[in-house]
């Protein structure tokens, strides 16, 4: 009976040291430089969209969905700067000459992210046209980035509860243990 308590005591223990401690490298070589990935803490997700007639097209809307009309947008590559248009009267702005690839549509405050495709290869999830929110800084329904020190907090109290629950479990035991004893 003891061993089945300890064997669940250690498979907590490492289960506890396994979300607390950083994994190390399995496939690591001794003397082989060791690469990084870096990720940009304020990195979105892309929406997928097919190009319509050759053009990356969108809607520029508030916050309940009014189009905003005559609202500069800007198309970005990278740094780079690839098109400044104006919406039409329903909200609408559309970039020619593109070409498929990532790209940052800005208008005012609300940016978004957005993979552009062409109507060939475009994914069955693709949408038609890009959407901002303005106001909404164009996370609107993503996840967005997550802090790690959230990630951290939230494993110390996964792994405390773990080992609170084992230490209640050996403390019963030990009384259990004492009430059979005679004195």
Not at 3 to 9: D, E
Not at 45 to 53: G, T
Request: proline fraction near 5%.
């Amino acid at each position: 009976m003891k061993s089945l308590g300890l064997i669940r005591a250690a498979a907590a223990s490492l289960a506890a040291v396994g979300v607390l401690c950083p994994q190390l490298p399995a496939m690591a070589q001794s003397g082989a430089p060791q690469t990084r990935v870096v990720v940009k803490a304020d990195a979105k997700l892309a929406a997928d969209i097919v190009m319509q007639e050759g053009a990356f097209a969108g809607r520029v809307v508030d916050h309940q969905g009014a189009p905003q009309q005559n609202r500069e947008v800007l198309v970005k590559q990278g740094d780079k700067q690839v098109a400044k248009v104006k919406t039409d009267d329903k909200g609408v702005f559309n970039v020619k000459n593109l070409r498929p690839g990532t790209y940052t549509a800005t208008a005012e405050n609300t940016v978004g992210n957005f993979r552009v495709w062409n109507e060939k290869t475009a994914p069955p999830s693709a949408k038609g046209q890009a959407l901002l929110v303005l106001g909404q800084n164009g996370a609107r329904g993503q996840f967005g980035s997550v802090d790690p020190t959230l990630i951290l907090l939230t494993a110390g109290v996964i792994a405390s509860v773990i080992i609170a629950a084992i230490t209640l479990d050996k403390v019963n035991s030990l009384d259990d243990d004492d009430d059979g004893a005679t004195p």
